[in-house]
C-alpha cells in the first residue's frame, strides 16, 4: 500500500529533518491504494507526470516540491492545478522529498559526490547540530591529484548532460584533491566551503555578485557552477535503490524507474558575439 511506501521513505528521509520553509511528505494520493510501479524524478511537472502514465506508475517520487509556497486552490487554470487533476484522475500518487534528503546520510550530495568522481569516506560540508553524520553538501577525495580543468571534465562526465556547460571560476591548471559539493542552490555555503579547506567547491545556481566577491579574496576552494537539475538527479537512483530494497526486506515488492526527461529549465544556449571596439 501507498502507506506503507510513504513510511518507508520517511524512515529514509525523515521530514522532521526538512528546513521550517519546506513542504515535503504527500501530496496526493490514498494511503490505501496499491503501489506496484514508482517513477522518480526532480521535478513534478506535465512531461514527467507523461512518463508516469506510459509507465504505468502508481507513485511518483519527486525531489522538488509541487506547492513549495502553498495554495489556496488546485484549479486546472494553472499547470500546477492541471497536474494533480491528471494524477487525481488516474489514481497516481505524488511524494515529495526535498530538503530532508538534502541532509539525509546519505542524501543528495553523497550520490552527485559519487557522480563526479570522488571516492572513499565522505564527510557532511555543514554537519546537522543534533547528528554530524547528517547535514548539507560533503567534502571528499579524489582517487588522484589532478588539476581543475581535467576535474571539471570529469565533472561534465558524470553528471547528466543539459543544455549549459559547467561554469569555473579558478586557475585551470591548480591541483585538486579535496573536493566540496552541494546539490542544489549553494550561495549559502559559500563561507563554510572557504573554510572547509577544499580544493575547490562545486554546486548550483552561484550568483554573480556572491561567487566575484569569493574569488576576489584570496586562500580559498575554485567555483563550479553546474546545472540545479544536474546536480540533483544523480540522487534519484540511489533513493530508488534503497527505497526497494528496504521495502523487499519486509516483503513488499515494487518496481521503480529514474526518470532521464531533463527537466532542466534552460533548454539551449546562444554563445554572446565578440566585444566592440571602443
Not at 538534502?102 to 542524501?107: H, I, L, R, S, Y
Amino acid at each position: 500500500m501507498l502507506a506503507d511506501v510513504v513510511a518507508q521513505m520517511e524512515t529514509l528521509y525523515d521530514p522532521a529533518w526538512a528546513e521550517s520553509w519546506d513542504a515535503v511528505g504527500l501530496v496526493c494520493g490514498d494511503p490505501a491504494q496499491d503501489v506496484r510501479r514508482i517513477l522518480f524524478a526532480v521535478d513534478p511537472v506535465a512531461v514527467v507526470v507523461d512518463e508516469a502514465l506510459e509507465y504505468g506508475a502508481d507513485l511518483i517520487v519527486t525531489h522538488h516540491p509541487l506547492y513549495l509556497r502553498g495554495t489556496t486552490s488546485v484549479a486546472a487554470t494553472t499547470f500546477k492545478g492541471r497536474v494533480i487533476h491528471r494524477l487525481i484522475r488516474n489514481d497516481v500518487a505524488l511524494y515529495t522529498a526535498h530538503t530532508n534528503a538534502d541532509v539525509a546520510d546519505p542524501g543528495v550530495s553523497d550520490a552527485l559526490a559519487r557522480a563526479v568522481g570522488l571516492s572513499g569516506e565522505l564527510r557532511p560540508l555543514r554537519p546537522a547540530v543534533d547528528d554530524p553524520r547528517r547535514g548539507l553538501g560533503r567534502i571528499g577525495t579524489l582517487p588522484s591529484p589532478m588539476t581543475l580543468r581535467a576535474f571539471a571534465e570529469r565533472a561534465a562526465s558524470g553528471l547528466p548532460g543539459t543544455a549549459g556547460p559547467l561554469r569555473v571560476a579558478g586557475d585551470p591548471d591548480r591541483p585538486v584533491v579535496t573536493v566540496a559539493v552541494s546539490g542544489g542552490a549553494g550561495d549559502s555555503l559559500l563561507g563554510t566551503a572557504r573554510a572547509s579547506g577544499a580544493d575547490v567547491f562545486l554546486t548550483a545556481d552561484l550568483r554573480h555578485h556572491p561567487a566575484s566577491e569569493f574569488m576576489e579574496a584570496e586562500g580559498g576552494p575554485a567555483l563550479i557552477d553546474a546545472s540545479h537539475w544536474a546536480t540533483e538527479w544523480p540522487w534519484l537512483a540511489d533513493a530508488a535503490e534503497r527505497l526497494t530494497s528496504a521495502l523487499a526486506a519486509k516483503g513488499i515488492n515494487v518496481e521503480a524507474r529514474v526518470s532521464r526527461i531533463v527537466t532542466d529549465a534552460w533548454t539551449s544556449t546562444t554563445p554572446y558575439s565578440p566585444p566592440r571596439a571602443p
